[in-house]
Structures are given as structure tokens and as C-alpha cells.
């Protein structure tokens, strides 16, 4: 099993910026690929950025955020900057065995954390 552990989280005025890191622990070895979902009052939980061999955004977050993990430690940060209102979510850490194509749905990670709250006020 493979237990993942978000934090960072936090409240912040619009413009602002946080960054929020996943650790990952258990049987990490064969874990390659990683990814950020989020998921607001109200809606489904939505895919915001992955990485693999390289990375992938959201049109809505793309320029503004930023991912990068630290293969040795297992760790995953999420870079977030230039935050609006409509960012206010539960942020979830995900992972998953190395794919072939960047995987952008919920259904391809087994591995979630328990979500961190970020609130952006206007």
C-alpha cells in the first residue's frame, strides 16, 4: 500500500500564493507518476496538474501553477501563484504505477491523500 499525506494548505486574498506538498510513504518503489486534483463545493473532483516524464496543467491553472516532486524523498509540490476565488477547492495528492500518456482522471490514480483545504477570498 502506499499512504500519501497533503499539506500546506492554508487561506489566502486572491493574487496570493501557497504551495502544498504530498509525501508519499509504504511501497513507493514502483510509483512514477503523480498528480494534483481538486474538488470544490458542489462539483466533481477535477484533474489540476501531473507529473511524469514531464508535466501537464489544466487550461484554468496553466502559467499560474507549478509541479515538481523530489523522487528521492517522495515528494510532490504544487506551486500555486497568481490564486483567484475560483481555485478555492479540497486539494488532493494522487499517484499511480509509470503510464504511457499523462493521465488526467480520477480513475487512473489508486493512491489519494485525505486533501487539503485552500480558501481564496476576494
Known amino acids: 500500500q502506499v499512504q500519501l499525506v497533503e499539506s500546506g494548505g492554508g487561506s489566502v486574498q486572491a493574487g496570493g500564493s501557497l504551495r502544498l506538498t504530498c509525501v508519499a510513504s509504504g511501497r513507493t518503489s514502483g510509483i512514477y507518476d503523480w498528480a494534483w486534483f481538486r474538488q470544490a463545493p458542489g462539483k466533481e473532483r477535477e484533474f489540476v496538474a501531473t507529473?511524469?516524464?514531464?508535466?501537464q496543467y489544466a487550461d484554468s491553472v496553466g502559467g499560474r501553477f507549478a509541479i515538481s516532486r523530489d523522487n528521492a524523498k517522495k515528494l510532490v509540490y504544487l506551486y500555486m501563484d497568481k490564486l483567484k476565488p475560483e481555485d478555492t477547492a479540497v486539494y488532493y495528492c494522487?499517484?499511480?504505477?509509470?503510464?504511457?500518456?499523462?493521465?488526467?482522471?480520477?480513475?487512473?490514480?489508486?493512491?489519494w491523500g485525505q486533501g487539503t483545504q485552500v480558501t481564496v477570498s476576494s
Open positions: 507529473v511524469a516524464w514531464g508535466t
Open positions: 494522487a499517484a499511480a504505477e509509470a503510464g504511457r500518456v499523462f493521465r488526467t482522471s480520477v480513475s487512473d490514480y489508486p493512491y
